[in-house]
C-alpha cells in the first residue's frame, strides 16, 4: 500500500468515527435510578420466588410462590402444575416492583447488608403474620414445620438483601459527589 493509499484509509476511518449516524459511535443513554430499582426489582422477585418453587419441588418447603399468589384464591388443577408455579413466579416479579419502590423510597440511603437483611425478615413477617389470613392456601405459622420457616425466612432474607443492597448501592453510585 502506498503512502497516499495509507493516508486515504486514515482519513476515511477518522470520518467514520466522527460519524454520530453510526450505531457504533452512538452512546447508551443511563437508565435513572428508579428505572434501575424497578428492574432490580422484577429480576429478584423472579429469582427468588423461581429458588423458593425449586425448594418446594425439593421438600425443603411446604410452600411456594404459586401457594401465595394462585392456590390461594384459585382451587383449579393447573394451579398446582407447572403453570400456576410460571404465573406465580411472574405474579410476585410484578408485586416486587413495588416492593423495589418502597425500599427505594424508604431506605436508599442506608449503606451496607445489615438494612437490607432486616428489611427481608420484616417483609417475611408481613407475609406470614400480617397477610396469613389472605393466603388460605399457606398453613398458620404455628402448623409450618421447621424447614420451611427456616427456607423460607432465608429466601426472603436473600430477596431482601438482593434487592436492597443493589437499590442502595446503585442510589449511592450515582449520587456521590464528583
Not at 17 to 25: F, I
Not at 63 to 85: C, H, P, T
Not at 150 to 162: D, E, P, R
Request: some cysteine.
Amino acid at each position: 500500500m502506498s503512502e497516499q493509499e495509507h493516508k486515504e484509509q486514515e482519513q476515511q476511518n477518522q470520518e467514520e468515527k466522527q460519524n454520530p449516524e453510526l450505531e457504533q459511535n452512538q452512546k447508551e443513554q443511563p437508565m435513572s435510578v428508579i428505572s434501575k430499582a424497578l428492574v432490580t426489582g422484577f429480576v429478584g422477585g423472579v429469582l427468588w420466588s423461581f429458588v423458593g418453587t425449586i425448594a418446594y419441588f425439593f421438600n425443603f418447603s411446604s410452600v411456594s410462590a404459586g401457594s401465595f399468589v394462585i392456590r390461594s384464591f384459585v382451587q383449579n388443577e393447573w394451579s398446582s402444575k407447572w403453570l400456576g408455579e410460571l404465573i406465580a413466579i411472574l405474579a410476585v416479579g410484578l408485586v416486587s416492583l413495588l416492593i423495589a419502590i418502597l425500599y427505594f423510597g424508604l431506605l436508599k440511603n442506608t449503606k451496607g447488608l445489615w438494612p437490607s437483611m432486616a428489611f427481608g425478615v420484616g417483609l417475611w413477617f408481613i407475609v406470614f403474620f400480617l397477610f396469613q389470613p389472605i393466603f388460605s392456601a399457606v398453613p398458620q405459622i404455628g402448623e409450618l414445620d421447621s424447614d420451611t420457616i427456616v427456607t423460607s425466612l432465608c429466601l426472603f432474607i436473600l430477596y431482601g438483601t438482593f434487592i436492597g443492597y443493589s437499590i442502595s448501592y446503585d442510589y449511592q453510585q450515582n449520587n456521590q459527589p464528583s
